[in-house]
Protein backbone atom coordinates (compact mmCIF):
# COMPACT_ATOMS: atom_id res chain seq x y z
CA UNK A 1 0.00 0.00 0.00
CA UNK A 2 1.21 3.51 -0.64
CA UNK A 3 1.23 5.83 1.31
CA UNK A 4 0.78 9.67 1.12
CA UNK A 5 2.38 12.15 3.51
CA UNK A 6 1.20 15.50 2.87
CA UNK A 7 2.97 18.76 4.60
CA UNK A 8 2.33 21.00 5.98
CA UNK A 9 -0.37 20.03 8.65
CA UNK A 10 -1.82 23.69 8.84
CA UNK A 11 -1.01 26.32 6.45
CA UNK A 12 -1.82 30.01 7.77
CA UNK A 13 -1.48 32.94 4.72
CA UNK A 14 -3.53 36.09 3.43
CA UNK A 15 -5.54 35.76 1.11
CA UNK A 16 -3.33 37.08 -2.55
CA UNK A 17 -0.31 35.26 -0.99
CA UNK A 18 1.05 31.82 -2.81
CA UNK A 19 0.35 28.98 -1.10
CA UNK A 20 2.58 25.81 -1.77
CA UNK A 21 1.29 22.12 -0.38
CA UNK A 22 2.94 18.91 -0.80
CA UNK A 23 2.11 15.15 -1.05
CA UNK A 24 4.82 13.05 -0.71
CA UNK A 25 4.27 8.78 -1.76
CA UNK A 26 6.18 6.23 0.05
CA UNK A 27 6.63 4.51 -3.06
CA UNK A 28 6.42 5.91 -6.41
CA UNK A 29 2.98 6.58 -7.83
CA UNK A 30 2.71 4.79 -11.18
CA UNK A 31 2.14 6.63 -14.45
CA UNK A 32 1.94 9.79 -11.84
CA UNK A 33 -1.36 8.78 -11.07
CA UNK A 34 -2.02 11.62 -8.45
CA UNK A 35 -5.17 14.06 -7.68
CA UNK A 36 -5.52 16.79 -5.48
CA UNK A 37 -8.85 17.48 -4.08
CA UNK A 38 -10.52 20.34 -2.30
CA UNK A 39 -13.03 19.87 0.73
CA UNK A 40 -14.79 22.61 2.67
CA UNK A 41 -17.01 21.87 5.59
CA UNK A 42 -20.56 20.01 4.83
CA UNK A 43 -19.45 19.48 1.25
CA UNK A 44 -18.28 16.47 -0.63
CA UNK A 45 -14.72 16.95 -1.95
CA UNK A 46 -13.89 18.62 -4.84
CA UNK A 47 -11.67 17.25 -8.17
CA UNK A 48 -9.25 19.98 -8.66
CA UNK A 49 -5.99 18.45 -10.43
CA UNK A 50 -5.55 15.08 -11.57
CA UNK A 51 -2.53 13.25 -13.60
CA UNK A 52 -0.41 15.64 -11.51
CA UNK A 53 -0.81 18.37 -13.43
CA UNK A 54 -3.98 18.66 -15.17
CA UNK A 55 -6.77 20.86 -14.09
CA UNK A 56 -10.31 19.54 -13.94
CA UNK A 57 -13.36 21.25 -15.40
CA UNK A 58 -13.72 24.63 -14.24
CA UNK A 59 -10.79 24.53 -12.21
CA UNK A 60 -9.17 28.28 -11.93
CA UNK A 61 -6.15 28.56 -13.35
CA UNK A 62 -4.43 29.71 -10.42
CA UNK A 63 -4.24 26.30 -9.30
CA UNK A 64 -1.68 23.71 -10.68
CA UNK A 65 -0.03 20.41 -9.80
CA UNK A 66 3.56 19.46 -10.34
CA UNK A 67 5.66 16.42 -9.42
CA UNK A 68 6.39 13.03 -10.14
CA UNK A 69 7.82 9.63 -8.43
CA UNK A 70 7.33 10.39 -5.31
CA UNK A 71 7.20 13.97 -4.63
CA UNK A 72 4.23 16.00 -6.13
CA UNK A 73 2.85 19.87 -5.21
CA UNK A 74 -0.11 21.13 -5.50
CA UNK A 75 0.09 25.45 -5.86
CA UNK A 76 -2.50 28.24 -5.73
CA UNK A 77 -0.38 31.12 -6.80
CA UNK A 78 -2.64 34.40 -5.84
CA UNK A 79 -5.07 33.20 -2.75
CA UNK A 80 -8.67 33.92 -2.84
CA UNK A 81 -11.14 33.94 -0.16
CA UNK A 82 -12.85 30.66 -1.15
CA UNK A 83 -9.92 29.01 -1.21
CA UNK A 84 -9.19 28.72 2.35
CA UNK A 85 -10.51 24.69 3.11
CA UNK A 86 -9.04 21.20 3.31
CA UNK A 87 -7.22 19.60 0.40
CA UNK A 88 -6.01 16.08 -0.65
CA UNK A 89 -4.14 14.27 -2.42
CA UNK A 90 -4.36 11.35 -3.74
CA UNK A 91 -3.03 8.78 -5.93
CA UNK A 92 -4.72 5.91 -8.32
CA UNK A 93 -2.23 4.09 -9.74
CA UNK A 94 -1.98 1.42 -7.97
CA UNK A 95 -4.64 -0.52 -5.48
CA UNK A 96 -5.80 0.19 -2.80
CA UNK A 97 -5.79 3.87 -3.77
CA UNK A 98 -4.49 5.75 -1.21
CA UNK A 99 -5.24 9.25 0.13
CA UNK A 100 -3.11 11.94 2.08
CA UNK A 101 -4.30 12.78 5.57
CA UNK A 102 -5.08 16.53 4.34
CA UNK A 103 -3.58 20.00 4.71
CA UNK A 104 -5.79 22.56 6.26
CA UNK A 105 -5.28 26.38 4.65
CA UNK A 106 -6.43 28.72 6.87
CA UNK A 107 -6.54 32.75 6.83
CA UNK A 108 -3.87 34.02 8.74
CA UNK B 1 -25.87 17.59 -15.43
CA UNK B 2 -24.13 15.05 -14.14
CA UNK B 3 -25.36 13.93 -10.88
CA UNK B 4 -24.86 11.04 -8.04
CA UNK B 5 -27.39 11.59 -5.30
CA UNK B 6 -27.00 9.20 -2.42
CA UNK B 7 -29.71 7.59 0.57
CA UNK B 8 -30.52 9.14 2.81
CA UNK B 9 -29.15 9.15 6.99
CA UNK B 10 -28.61 5.99 9.01
CA UNK B 11 -29.11 4.78 12.07
CA UNK B 12 -27.84 1.11 12.87
CA UNK B 13 -27.09 -1.07 15.58
CA UNK B 14 -23.48 -2.68 16.40
CA UNK B 15 -23.73 -5.90 14.58
CA UNK B 16 -26.18 -4.19 11.74
CA UNK B 17 -25.87 -3.74 7.88
CA UNK B 18 -26.72 -1.02 6.21
CA UNK B 19 -27.16 -0.69 2.23
CA UNK B 20 -26.49 2.92 0.62
CA UNK B 21 -27.86 3.65 -2.63
CA UNK B 22 -25.86 5.94 -5.43
CA UNK B 23 -28.59 7.13 -8.54
CA UNK B 24 -26.41 8.08 -11.37
CA UNK B 25 -28.00 10.66 -14.18
CA UNK B 26 -26.72 12.82 -16.89
CA UNK B 27 -23.96 10.35 -18.12
CA UNK B 28 -24.62 6.64 -19.22
CA UNK B 29 -24.04 5.08 -15.52
CA UNK B 30 -21.97 2.00 -17.27
CA UNK B 31 -19.42 3.48 -19.30
CA UNK B 32 -17.83 4.54 -15.49
CA UNK B 33 -16.04 3.16 -12.62
CA UNK B 34 -17.97 3.79 -9.51
CA UNK B 35 -15.80 4.35 -6.13
CA UNK B 36 -16.81 4.17 -2.59
CA UNK B 37 -15.13 6.39 0.30
CA UNK B 38 -15.71 7.22 3.47
CA UNK B 39 -14.80 9.93 6.21
CA UNK B 40 -15.20 9.56 9.96
CA UNK B 41 -16.63 12.84 12.24
CA UNK B 42 -13.56 15.13 11.87
CA UNK B 43 -10.94 12.63 9.49
CA UNK B 44 -9.34 12.17 6.31
CA UNK B 45 -11.44 10.33 3.40
CA UNK B 46 -10.76 6.58 3.46
CA UNK B 47 -10.92 4.87 0.00
CA UNK B 48 -13.50 1.66 0.01
CA UNK B 49 -13.54 0.20 -3.33
CA UNK B 50 -14.97 0.12 -6.40
CA UNK B 51 -16.95 -1.21 -8.71
CA UNK B 52 -17.38 -1.80 -12.89
CA UNK B 53 -20.96 -1.09 -13.40
CA UNK B 54 -21.06 -3.02 -16.73
CA UNK B 55 -18.87 -5.88 -15.97
CA UNK B 56 -19.73 -5.97 -11.96
CA UNK B 57 -16.22 -6.47 -11.08
CA UNK B 58 -15.40 -5.43 -7.81
CA UNK B 59 -12.15 -4.31 -5.35
CA UNK B 60 -11.92 -3.88 -2.37
CA UNK B 61 -9.81 -2.60 0.34
CA UNK B 62 -8.32 -6.03 2.32
CA UNK B 63 -10.27 -4.14 5.67
CA UNK B 64 -13.05 -4.33 4.27
CA UNK B 65 -12.68 -7.75 2.31
CA UNK B 66 -15.29 -10.23 4.80
CA UNK B 67 -17.70 -7.64 5.02
CA UNK B 68 -18.21 -5.16 1.83
CA UNK B 69 -20.48 -5.61 -0.56
CA UNK B 70 -20.74 -3.57 -3.72
CA UNK B 71 -23.77 -4.08 -6.13
CA UNK B 72 -25.35 -2.24 -8.97
CA UNK B 73 -28.62 -2.01 -10.82
CA UNK B 74 -27.70 -0.94 -14.25
CA UNK B 75 -31.71 -1.11 -15.08
CA UNK B 76 -32.21 2.02 -12.28
CA UNK B 77 -28.74 3.77 -12.74
CA UNK B 78 -27.68 3.04 -9.05
CA UNK B 79 -24.85 1.50 -7.45
CA UNK B 80 -25.16 -0.03 -3.99
CA UNK B 81 -22.68 0.02 -1.01
CA UNK B 82 -23.55 -3.08 1.70
CA UNK B 83 -21.82 -2.57 4.89
CA UNK B 84 -22.22 -5.94 7.40
CA UNK B 85 -21.15 -6.42 11.53
CA UNK B 86 -20.91 -2.99 12.23
CA UNK B 87 -19.02 -1.48 14.72
CA UNK B 88 -19.13 2.00 16.44
CA UNK B 89 -16.11 2.82 14.41
CA UNK B 90 -17.96 2.59 11.14
CA UNK B 91 -19.67 5.84 11.79
CA UNK B 92 -18.82 7.92 9.09
CA UNK B 93 -20.13 9.96 6.22
CA UNK B 94 -19.76 7.50 3.44
CA UNK B 95 -19.68 9.15 -0.38
CA UNK B 96 -19.92 7.41 -4.13
CA UNK B 97 -17.72 8.89 -6.34
CA UNK B 98 -17.31 8.58 -10.61
CA UNK B 99 -14.11 7.78 -11.83
CA UNK B 100 -12.63 6.67 -15.12
CA UNK B 101 -14.36 6.15 -17.96
CA UNK B 102 -13.51 2.18 -17.93
CA UNK B 103 -11.66 0.70 -20.92
CA UNK B 104 -9.31 4.19 -20.56
CA UNK B 105 -6.55 5.27 -18.67
CA UNK B 106 -7.65 5.64 -15.14
CA UNK B 107 -8.52 9.21 -14.10
CA UNK B 108 -9.54 11.34 -10.38
CA UNK B 109 -13.20 11.37 -8.89
CA UNK B 110 -14.95 14.06 -10.99
CA UNK B 111 -18.40 13.76 -9.45
CA UNK B 112 -19.59 13.16 -6.31
CA UNK B 113 -22.24 12.00 -4.32
CA UNK B 114 -23.65 14.26 -1.33
CA UNK B 115 -22.60 11.90 1.18
CA UNK B 116 -24.65 9.39 3.53
CA UNK B 117 -24.04 9.88 7.30
CA UNK B 118 -24.24 6.49 8.55
CA UNK B 119 -24.48 6.01 12.93
CA UNK B 120 -23.22 3.15 14.77
CA UNK B 121 -23.92 4.12 18.23
CA UNK B 122 -21.78 2.67 20.44
Known amino acids: EIVLTQSPGTLSLSPGERATLSCRASQGVNNNYLAWYQQKPGLPPRLLIY???TRASGIPDRFSGSGSGTDFTLTISRLEPEDFAVYYCQQYGSSPRTFGQGTKLETK | QVHLVQSGAEVKKPGASVKVSCKASGYSFIDYYVHWVRQAPGQGLEWMGWINPSSDDTDYVQKFQDRLTMTRDTSISTAYMELSSLRSDDTAIYYC???????????????WGQGTMVTVPS
Open chain 1, 51 to 53: RTS
Open chain 2, 97 to 111: ARAGNIGSVPDGFDI
